[in-house]
């Protein structure tokens, strides 16, 4: 039977030690302390944010990952140094008898606080964020009140037996935390990591692309041996899993090992490179977005993401419009009648094609990288004509720049006169008094 007035009797006895402790000249001492190290840390963050132009101006919408990422740093100066003055004053406290457990109270509150405002700025996955809230920081919590090896060790004594291996509720529990924690931070570090290495200036960008797959991977594999390691297993048996690698690599892992390979030897030799216009052998035509470790990213006119793995680049025929000199030739067609003054003409239709805006004219331009306009062949309606001219960039052809010329050159033969042939066929009647025949009947 429950005893209520023990129960009573304990909780006015702990309400006494409350009040007491509340009305204490100690309880006052922590409280001064408190505001005044709120006040001074305060202060001192914001001096030190003023100092740095990265943490004191905000990036704008079009601002570099790394400089937002240095804003919200600066926004945890505050709590970092009052995190760091409080833990200091409780552990003077205790050196000098002073009982200090108000600040650990108000440690411990400012240390979830921090954690909880770093996930709110740095995590941006919603899945991930919940996790570390109702995951994380309530281990956080038991570490800090020292309760976390008690719970580690009622974990561990929750265990089964299964032949020679020893599943324990901690070992799960470990394995699944530490999991998602090196998961995240791989993820997040390779996406900084990379941004950081393509905004070196002082590299090309055949180089950038190398050393950030390079980095991908290495980040990749070091958080691959941080997880065996914290699941107990003993890196030695690698040498087991990595002759299983190496068979199942010579079955059916060898198409991904060889794109892999593939991307590595298209960044080095460089025969590719991110903005390049390549057209493949099966006709798909693009530009060269990004590339990932098993393929490249071809964007279409249309828009359309086309994945091409990366040993096609190798293995197949690549025509690479975009490889040595962005400047490329086109050439449209039309046709004038017999009887236009040609050399005229052609001279109208250069200049008429070299006011448009992308095409590469003028005097400072080399003679053979004018416009050009000249005679393909005498056809059955008229002479058949086509103008060449070069201009910077890739071209869709039919969709942009080929229509504009085609109707610049339109517009300028009619302007002029000329006449445009189409195909005109004459039919003569032979013999205009036909022979009638009727039936007779023969005699």
Same mark, same amino acid.
């Given at each position: 039977?429950?005893?209520?007035?023990?129960?009573?009797a304990?909780a006015k006895h702990?309400f006494?030690?409350a009040?007491?402790a509340?009305?204490?000249?100690?309880?006052?001492l922590?409280?001064s302390?408190m505001?005044?190290?709120y006040?001074?840390t305060?202060?001192?963050?914001?001096?030190l944010?003023?100092?740095?132009?990265?943490t004191?101006?905000?990036?704008g919408?079009g601002?570099?990952g790394?400089?937002?990422?240095?804003?919200?740093?600066g926004?945890?100066?505050?709590?970092?140094?009052?995190i760091t003055? *409080?833990?200091l #004053?409780s552990?003077?406290?205790?050196?000098?008898? %002073?009982?200090a457990? +108000?600040?650990e &109270? =108000?440690?411990?509150?400012a240390v979830l606080i921090?954690?909880?405002s770093?996930?709110?700025?740095?995590?941006?996955?919603?899945?991930?964020a919940?996790?570390m809230?109702?995951?994380?920081l309530?281990?956080?919590f038991?570490?800090?009140?020292?309760?976390?090896?008690?719970?580690?060790?009622?974990?561990?004594?929750m265990?089964?037996?299964i032949?020679n291996?020893?599943?324990s509720a901690?070992?799960?529990?470990r394995v699944?935390?530490?999991g998602?924690?090196?998961?995240w931070?791989?993820?997040?570090?390779?996406?900084?990591?990379?941004?950081?290495?393509r905004?070196?200036?002082? *590299?090309d960008i #055949?180089?950038?692309?190398v050393?950030?797959?390079? %980095?991908?991977?290495? +980040?990749f594999? &070091? =958080?691959?041996?941080l997880?065996?390691n914290i699941?107990?297993?003993?890196?030695?048996?690698?040498?087991v899993?990595?002759?299983?690698v190496?068979v199942g690599?010579g079955l059916?892992?060898?198409?991904i090992?060889?794109?892999?390979?593939s991307?590595?030897?298209?960044?080095?030799?460089r025969?590719?490179?991110?903005?390049d216009?390549v057209e493949l052998?099966d006709?798909?035509?693009?530009?060269v977005?990004?590339?990932?470790?098993?393929y490249?990213?071809?964007?279409t006119y249309?828009?359309?993401?086309?994945?091409v793995?990366?040993?096609?680049?190798i293995?197949g025929l690549?025509?690479n419009?975009?490889?040595k000199?962005?400047?490329?030739?086109?050439?449209?067609?039309?046709?004038?009648?017999?009887?236009?003054?040609?050399r005229?003409?052609?001279?109208?239709?250069?200049?008429?094609v070299?006011?448009?805006?992308q095409?590469?004219?003028?005097?400072d331009?080399?003679?053979?990288?004018r416009?050009d306009?000249e005679?393909?062949?005498f056809?059955?309606?008229?002479?058949?004509?086509?103008v060449?001219?070069w201009m910077?960039?890739v071209?869709?052809?039919?969709?942009?720049v080929?229509?504009?010329l085609?109707?610049i050159?339109?517009?300028t033969l009619?302007?002029?006169?000329?006449?445009?042939p189409?195909?005109?066929?004459?039919?003569?009647?032979?013999?205009e008094?036909?022979?009638s025949?009727?039936?007779?009947t023969?005699?």
């Amino acid at each position: 039977m429950i005893n209520f007035d023990g129960l009573i009797a304990q909780a006015k006895h702990y309400f006494a030690l409350a009040e007491q402790a509340v009305m204490s000249m100690e309880f006052l001492l922590q409280i001064s302390a408190m505001v005044l190290i709120y006040l001074l840390t305060y202060v001192v963050s914001q001096q030190l944010r003023s100092k740095f132009r990265f943490t004191r101006e905000e990036p704008g919408e079009g601002a570099h990952g790394i400089q937002r990422l240095s804003f919200k740093l600066g926004e945890t100066f505050f709590p970092i140094l009052t995190i760091t003055v *409080l833990k200091l #004053t409780s552990v003077l406290g205790k050196q000098y008898q %002073f009982h200090a457990w +108000l600040l650990e &109270i =108000a440690l411990v509150v400012a240390v979830l606080i921090f954690l909880n405002s770093c996930i709110r700025g740095f995590v941006a996955s919603h899945s991930v964020a919940n996790f570390m809230r109702w995951i994380g920081l309530p281990i956080v919590f038991l570490h800090l009140i020292g309760v976390l090896p008690q719970v580690v060790i009622a974990l561990e004594a929750m265990s089964i037996n299964i032949g020679n291996v020893d599943i324990s509720a901690y070992g799960v529990s470990r394995v699944l935390v530490f999991g998602a924690l090196l998961f995240w931070l791989g993820r997040a570090s390779n996406a900084v990591g990379q941004d950081l290495i393509r905004s070196h200036k002082t *590299l090309d960008i #055949t180089t950038k692309e190398v050393f950030a797959k390079l %980095f991908e991977v290495a +980040l990749f594999c &070091i =958080a691959f041996l941080l997880l065996l390691n914290i699941m107990g297993i003993n890196l030695t048996a690698l040498a087991v899993f990595g002759g299983a690698v190496g068979v199942g690599l010579g079955l059916g892992l060898q198409s991904i090992a060889s794109n892999f390979i593939s991307g590595i030897i298209i960044l080095i030799d460089r025969s590719l490179t991110v903005g390049d216009y390549v057209e493949l052998e099966d006709g798909s035509k693009g530009f060269v977005r990004e590339f990932k470790m098993r393929y490249a990213v071809l964007e279409t006119y249309d828009g359309k993401d086309i994945l091409v793995p990366n040993e096609k680049f190798i293995n197949g025929l690549l025509i690479n419009w975009t490889h040595k000199d962005p400047k490329q030739r086109y050439r449209i067609d039309f046709s004038v009648a017999y009887k236009t003054d040609i050399r005229a003409m052609v001279e109208i239709v250069k200049e008429a094609v070299a006011t448009h805006p992308q095409v590469i004219s003028g005097d400072d331009v080399p003679f053979e990288e004018r416009p050009d306009c000249e005679i393909d062949s005498f056809g059955d309606s008229g002479v058949n004509m086509f103008v060449e001219f070069w201009m910077d960039g890739v071209d869709d052809g039919k969709n942009r720049v080929g229509g504009d010329l085609l109707l610049i050159v339109f517009e300028t033969l009619r302007e002029h006169n000329i006449e445009i042939p189409f195909p005109q066929r004459e039919v003569r009647v032979l013999n205009e008094n036909p022979i009638s025949f009727s039936n007779t009947t023969p005699k």
